[in-house]
């Protein structure tokens, strides 16, 4: 195997181990869930918090969403299309959610503005991508949207992304259904 795919088995193998235990992990877990010796973690990783650092970088990579809206179907009516994108692009944000508590939690850091390879901001590389691909998902309708595709899938991802801040046990929180809804046709009821 060589020197790649050995970080990239690694850490693929500690991702759920970093949302389990945040940065309480051990050594011996990181290795036994690898299925490799200790020493040969810290012979692909200088130390965990390079191993840690290049898990973020793999988690913020918008891959597994931006697959999933690839294959939406844009003969789909415009809601439907919005919906199964929402779904994807909000199990990813659960998944990060769910890795950025956990180390918070445990007093890990979280390099997400330089990753090990001193590339520059993978937010906003990340963020750049799903708004490229939402925008694949507006332009059958382009020639009826009141805004250009890009400033559209912008404002989606904007509602969307701030949609899903959590304002306790109200149940005020708006379904995926009510806010493509609302973004589609408004606030206000017809009258």
């Not at 904007?158 to 949609?163: A, P, T, Y």
């Amino acid at each position: 195997m060589s020197a790649d795919e050995r970080r990239r088995m690694i850490v693929q193998s500690v991702l759920p181990l970093l949302v389990e235990h945040g940065a309480g992990v051990t050594s011996a877990q990181i290795a036994r869930a690898a299925g490799i010796g200790e020493g040969t973690v810290f012979r692909v990783f200088k130390d965990k918090d390079e191993l840690f650092a290049t898990c973020f970088a793999e988690a913020l990579k918008p891959d597994q969403v931006l697959d999933a809206i690839a294959v939406i179907d844009l003969d789909q009516p415009l809601d439907e299309r919005l919906i199964e994108a929402a779904g994807a692009l909000s199990a990813h944000l659960q998944r990060m959610g769910a890795l950025m508590a956990a180390m918070h939690g445990t007093g890990g850091r979280l390099e997400h503005r330089h990753g090990p390879d001193g590339r520059g901001d993978r937010r906003k590389e990340s963020m750049s991508a799903m708004r490229d691909a939402m925008v694949e998902l507006f332009e059958p309708e382009k020639d009826r949207l009141r805004l250009p595709a890009a400033q559209s899938a912008a404002l989606f991802l904007s509602l969307l992304f701030s949609g899903r801040i959590r304002f306790g046990e109200t149940g005020d929180e708006p379904t995926t259904m009510e806010l493509v809804d609302v973004f589609l046709n408004g606030a206000l009821g017809t009258v």
